[in-house]
């Protein structure tokens, strides 16, 4: 019989192992004091506003794939099926975005950034992750913010599927930065070792977005 104390030595357990030692991808405290929850220059609404280039790609879950390449030791190439299959979480978080809103408390379900690190596993060199979506918007984000303990795949909103105005079938959420950095209608995951702006990081936007260092614009 087996020993329930015996932890199961995978090489995926042994990873995350060494990362935990390595304290990798941690990008310390998510909760804040109340005072400081809502960034500075920012107003709390209590609807959700869409913001997006203007095009809303049609991808249902049937046909959705998502692609997960670059400086990785495992390529991923999921079906939404093959997607949902993985472990799920259900995290709570605040929207932030540069236009001045900010959203509290919105629950999300899906697949934990670093769940897909670990199904993945970035090679030493590996710095950078740049986020394809079906409409052609990208962005970019290090590691380290991508890797963010809150930070994932969601397919859903409040207990129902993500609609498509707000990214479904499957959006990036990163809620410590600003919310462009939170790719909607997911469809590959680039990871590099070199940075690489996105859309609006070549427009003008700020290379990182951090709402309480007020990095709103580049220069800021
Ligand atoms: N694929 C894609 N993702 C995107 C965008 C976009 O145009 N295309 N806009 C970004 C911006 S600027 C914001 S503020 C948020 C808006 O998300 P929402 O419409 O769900 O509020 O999505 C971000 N993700
Ligand atoms: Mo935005």
Known sequence: M?????????KLTRTKEKWAREGRFLTGKITRPEDQRLPPGQHLTKDWPVLD????PPVS???WRLDVYGAIEHPVFWTFAEFTAQKQVQFTSDIHCVTTWSRYD?????LATHELLAACQPREDARFVVLHSY????TNLALED???EDALLAHSWSGQPLTEEHGGPVRL?????YFWKS???LQAIEFQTEDAPGFWEVRGYHNRGDPWAEQRYSGD
Do not use: I, Q
């Not at 919105?106 to 899906?110: M, P, Q």
């Not at 409409?135 to 990208?138: E, I, N, S, V």
């Open 53 to 56: 280039l203007g095009v809303v």
């Open 135 to 138: 409409d052609g918007y990208t």
């Open 106 to 110: 919105n629950l999300w379900e899906g």
């Open 61 to 63: 879950r049937d046909r």
């Open 2 to 10: 087996a020993d329930d104390n015996e932890p199961p030595d995978s």
């Open 183 to 185: 790719a909607k209608w």
């Open 173 to 177: 959420v990163v809620p410590h930065l």
């Open 146 to 148: 991508f890797a963010a």
